[in-house]
């Protein structure tokens, strides 16, 4: 098979996350998700926390990049994205790879033999999901799908210029309350092996 990536988006409770490792597994490369948050706090020389609440701190509505005074100083949260990218682009030069948000599909815009995913599932089987299989109670769940898809969708808002919908700029996008996890994951694996 030829190199490639696969980026994964997902909306919170479609069990994306949960698609990519699988998939990883069928495909034996290697799957990034937070691995990127303790990377970029290595690159930095920040603790892991700082960056985990900064970039939580951009998914939770910051719309404008920060530059005070007009000094084209970028922010700390620009930063952050700024060296994501460049562990994205590291990674995906050097070998085949999945990797799951941060705007990856956006990242890796102009790279041949990426396949953009986009995971997502009706709102019932994503609170089943979050209540069943990740164990939380019904308030926090209809809570954190709230939160998180805002959150997602305001930090593509920030990053990736003229972005409208989650669906746009994807190869494939998969309900994957009509699959499962391992359908879902499989389905993409044999796509995965057929393109590439």
Request: a negative charge.
């Amino acid at each position: 098979m030829e190199k490639y990536v696969v980026t994964i988006s997902r909306q919170f409770g479609s069990m994306g996350r949960s698609i990519a490792h699988k998939l990883s597994d069928l495909l034996e490369v290697e799957y990034l998700d937070r691995d990127i948050v303790e990377m970029t706090a290595k690159r930095m020389g920040l603790p892991v926390s700082m960056i985990s609440n900064e970039e939580e701190a951009v998914k939770a509505g910051f719309w404008g990049r920060s530059y005070p005074l007009g000094a084209g100083m970028p922010s700390l949260k620009d930063e952050i994205f700024e060296v994501q990218s460049n562990i994205i682009h590291d990674f995906a030069d050097k070998e085949s790879c999945i990797i799951v948000g941060r705007c990856s599909e956006y990242v890796l815009k102009d790279m041949p033999n990426v396949l953009r995913v986009y995971v997502y599932a009706p709102y019932e089987a994503r609170l089943e999901n979050c209540t069943g299989s990740l164990g939380m109670d019904l308030k926090t769940a209809k809570r954190l799908i709230k939160e998180v898809d805002s959150a997602r969708e305001n930090y593509h808002k920030v990053y990736v210029p003229g972005y409208t919908s989650p669906f746009d700029n994807r190869d494939i996008c998969v309900d994957s309350s009509r699959f499962g996890i391992d359908g879902t994951a499989m389905i993409l694996s044999n796509i995965i092996k057929e393109r590439f």
